[in-house]
């Protein structure tokens, strides 16, 4: 390997190292260090060429190098040739380890010290040997061993055995405790703070532990800033005080956004957050969203559980107007929520109360729901969320009502929808599905509310329909005397979709898809199928997809615009 410096419009010299493996050249490289830049220094640079050489073999394990400086000054550049002979290497013949606790035995010294066994008989290495210390040390001090100190450290070599011997010695001492955990800085009661905290006093005292309440006061929402401080200096008894600073954050927030999507066209949003309504930790978020198909009016009003992190009671109110197939929906709804995260499944138990009024063809109805209700969702991503590289998203519900319950019928309604990704290189699949079935006791759909149905088509369904297009259809009489089919939605629901995409370069990647199913009444389904492509930018807030798709029924291709995270 021929290695070369430059100095200001010529070079000073090269080097060839020879008779070493790629690991001890690079080692040698690293200790010789810059090289000279001016014709003075040169002189200084040969001379410790091969004690710093010398030094690099060492530090690798051969403790009897041969160094050969070869220098030819009559070219230019000086020419410089590295020779050597590593010899044979000092092995690691004996290990004399001991960590002393003055409590129990700690299983994760235990772990270091075998792994540290395990390496008798292989080539020493100074840096493993520096790297075992500083190993031992933050684990005595990552895990509440805050008094160990070193009692003997000794790396003992003999040159002409070429033979090592290890004597690591280690006193952890006791082992500390969490103290008194006390807050500042924040609005919010002590009991909820004591709440959001994932510690307890007596537990032992882990670096570890500290981030993991940092994180969950982060998570909370609730706060600013968040600063932990462990009080090592007041420690009484082996109790380490923990010192938590906290600022509020900002009691209101304001969202404003614009965009456009194919199925309801172009939207206005306005957001407002409370995160902090009083000092129980009672949050609201009211959202409203203009566009022509689908505005809505949504106020969420959420109140911490005995974890306020992963457990929440939450009170839904909604005001919204859609359209589904040739039906125009007005909904009110309100709902009582429990929710439950256990690890990266969100468990949701709930009453929902739905009032909706729609019209077909000059006739108005409306009907009423009592709907008691579970659902169960979980989502694995990896990935940025603007563009996860793998991810499952699976989402479940099942709601149920009785005219015993003053409902407008009886009925068990299931949905279920999942969407799966994974890539290699520049390719990428995704996969959705989505299913759904009412059990209603009559053949009949045409008496529950639309938003209870089901409908097909769409962006988020089967590309190249309109929005909410497909299902089942009645036929009614028009003025001119002539029968007109009206979709009116379907007691059944499926629909899957494959999507393979190339990546053109980090923002831009070009896409390939089919989408099919329909929904359908029992013993009545016409499958409906699409394909088409598409141009996907990779945006700040997500993919950005401008999307063709043929209807294999319909005349003309249709075209789609929609944005936002995948999972």
């Known amino acids: 390997m021929l290695i070369s410096t430059t100095a200001i419009g010529e070079e000073i010299m090269t080097l060839k190292i020879e008779g070493v493996t790629d690991a001890q050249r690079e080692n040698i490289r690293a200790h010789l260090g810059a090289f000279p830049e001016q014709q003075s220094q040169l002189n200084r640079f040969l001379a410790k060429m091969p004690h710093r050489s010398e030094q690099a073999l060492i530090a690798l394990g051969y403790n009897n190098a041969g160094i050969d400086l070869q220098i030819e000054r009559e070219v230019k550049p000086v020419q410089v040739t590295l020779m050597v002979t590593p010899g044979d290497p000092t092995l690691i013949t004996e290990l004399d380890l001991k960590v002393n606790i003055d409590n129990d035995k700690d299983e994760g010294f235990g772990d270091i010290l075998q792994r540290i066994r395990n390496h008798k008989g292989k080539v020493l290495n100074h840096g493993r040997y520096e790297s075992w210390k500083s190993e031992i040390h933050n684990y005595a001090r990552n895990h509440g061993y805050l008094s160990g100190k070193w009692k003997e450290t000794q790396l ?142 949504n106020f969420l009003y959420q109140i911490p559980g005995e974890d306020p992190n992963n457990q929440h009671y939450q ?49 108005d109805f409306d009907g009423n729901y009592l709907l008691p209700g579970i659902s169960l969702s979980r989502t694995r991503r990896q990935g940025p969320v603007r563009d996860p590289s793998s991810g499952f998203l699976q989402s479940y519900q099942l709601e149920a009502t009785d005219d015993a319950l003053g409902s407008s019928g009886r009925l068990l309604r299931a949905t279920a929808f999942w969407k799966w990704l994974d890539s290699w290189g520049n390719h990428r699949l995704v996969i959705r599905g989505q299913a759904g079935a009412n059990i209603t006791g009559i053949d009949s759909s045409e008496d529950l509310a639309p938003s209870l149905r089901f409908f097909a088509g769409g962006d988020q369904s089967i590309r190249g329909f309109a929005y909410n297009s497909l299902g089942p259809t009645i036929t009614v009489d028009t003025d001119d005397d002539t029968d007109d089919q009206k979709v009116v939605g379907g007691k059944m629901l499926a629909v899957a979709s494959v999507e393979y995409q190339y990546y053109l370069n980090d923002n831009w990647r070009i896409a390939l898809f089919t989408d099919a199913g329909n929904a359908f009444n029992r013993g009545d389904f016409e499958l409906k199928q699409s394909v088409g492509t598409g141009l996907h930018w990779l945006s700040p807030v997500g993919a950005i997809r401008l999307e063709v798709a043929y209807g294999i029924d319909e005349d003309n291709p249709r075209f789609h615009i929609s944005m936002g995270a995948e999972l």
């Open 156 to 297: 003992l070599i003999d040159k002409g055995q070429q033979k090592a011997r290890i004597v690591l010695h280690y006193d952890a001492g006791a082992r500390f405790r969490l103290g008194e955990i006390e807050f500042s800085g924040s609005s919010l009661s002590p009991e909820l703070l004591a709440r959001l905290s994932p510690l307890q006093e007596d537990e032992y005292y882990q670096i570890s532990q500290l981030s993991k309440l940092e994180s969950a006061l982060r998570k909370s929402g609730y706060f600013g800033e968040v600063q932990v401080v462990p009080k090592i200096n007041q420690s009484e008894d082996h109790r380490v005080p923990i010192q938590v600073n906290l600022s509020d954050a900002s009691r209101h927030s304001f969202q404003v956004g614009l965009g456009y999507v194919t199925d309801t066209g172009p939207r206005a949003q306005f957001n407002w957050q409370t995160p902090r309504v009083n000092r129980h930790g009672h949050s609201q978020q009211t959202m409203l969203r203009y566009s022509t198909v689908n505005p809505y009016l």
């Open 315 to 363: 009170l839904r109110l909604g005001f919204e107007k859609n359209d589904f197939g040739d039906l125009t929906s007005t909904q009110q709804h309100a709902a009582v929520v429990r929710q439950d995260i256990k690890g990266r499944w969100i468990f949701s138990s709930q009453v929902r109360w739905l009032s909706e009024q729609w019209s077909l063809d000059g006739s």
